[in-house]
């Protein structure tokens, strides 16, 4: 077999196999459990179009590469334009471009603008652990600032704002959710780089220190679901990793009573250092006492 039956039958072959691949794969997106399924419908819109476009080239480049192939009775013509073929390229170009952005720019502009009056939850990403903080029964979130931030004050609330006062905080990797009602995500970084991503929320936004970015999901099912880091951000970025736990309204409300406020972690650091100070001056006593 010549060289060129065995170049065009391998280009055919990739041209062929990555279409049965694609049917075959077991690598298929995660169940979505968010209403953001536009995404899903954006990127299958774009996997399509590149899809369809990757496999005609392949086809082509086969096709050529035996029917052009080189003989000795004939030449190549020389051709250095073709006005008609380049209005066809162009055109056909143009019209795959706007078909993936224009359902990603539509979706984009869903994705930023958040219904009004929706709840919010507040998503604090620090090397390399996640935390977050609901507002209180004031339904108003205390103001932080980073020279605030300390081990008795991880959030970097202003202790004297009043509307931090009753923050509900939770410390904790985990995160509740309640089914069906939306929320608003507003996410913060105290050092690095972070991204908050929940793959089957289908929603994932960069943290940037000094700023606070955000977007809105609602969720459509209960589970368990992971929370990854999205931006290397350090050499634990892999375990930066936590859970959210999506469930009924009446278990997420038993869950965040269970929360502290801000006011009550002030109040068990003050208890922790003075137990602390107590002890240390115990064992002192007991050593000048030797």
């Not at 590149?50 to 035996?66: D, K, P, R, S, W």
């Not at 700023?211 to 970025?237: N, Q, S």
Request: aromatic share 14%; net charge positive; glycine share 8%.
């Amino acid at each position: 077999m010549s060289n060129r039956w065995t170049v065009a039958i391998m280009l055919f072959l990739v041209g062929i196999g990555s279409v049965v691949f694609h049917i075959l794969s077991p690598w298929w997106a995660t169940p979505i459990a968010s209403n953001w399924s536009y995404i899903d419908i954006t990127i299958d819109i774009t996997f399509w179009i590149t899809g369809t476009v990757f496999v005609a080239i392949i086809l082509f480049m086969g096709y050529c590469v035996f029917k052009y192939r080189y003989r000795a009775d004939r030449r190549a013509v020389y051709e250095p334009e073709n006005k008609k073929l380049e209005w066809w390229l162009t055109i056909l170009t143009t019209l795959g471009v706007i078909g993936m952005l224009a359902p990603g720019l539509y979706v984009w502009n869903q994705f930023v603008e958040v219904p009004k009056g929706i709840a919010e939850v507040e998503v604090v990403g620090k090397q390399w652990a996640w935390t977050y903080r609901f507002p209180g029964k004031d339904g108003k979130f205390g103001k932080t600032e980073a020279k605030f931030i300390n081990e008795d004050n991880t959030f970097g609330i202003n202790p004297k704002d009043p509307a931090g006062k009753d923050d509900i905080l939770v410390d904790d990797t985990e995160l509740h959710l309640p089914l069906g009602k939306p929320y608003k995500f507003l996410l913060r970084s105290t050092d690095v780089l972070h991204d908050f991503y929940v793959p089957q929320f289908r929603a994932k936004m960069d943290m940037v220190p000094g700023t606070v970015t955000y977007f809105w999901l609602k969720t459509i099912r209960t589970g368990t679901f992971d929370v990854l880091c999205a931006e290397l951000c350090g050499v634990g970025h892999h375990t930066m990793r936590g859970e959210v736990v999506v469930e009924s309204p009446k278990a997420f409300e038993a869950w965040l009573k269970e929360q502290p406020t801000f006011a009550q972690s002030l109040k068990d650091a003050r208890k922790r250092k003075d137990k602390k100070t107590e002890s240390l001056a115990a064992q002192a006593k007991r050593n000048s006492g030797r």
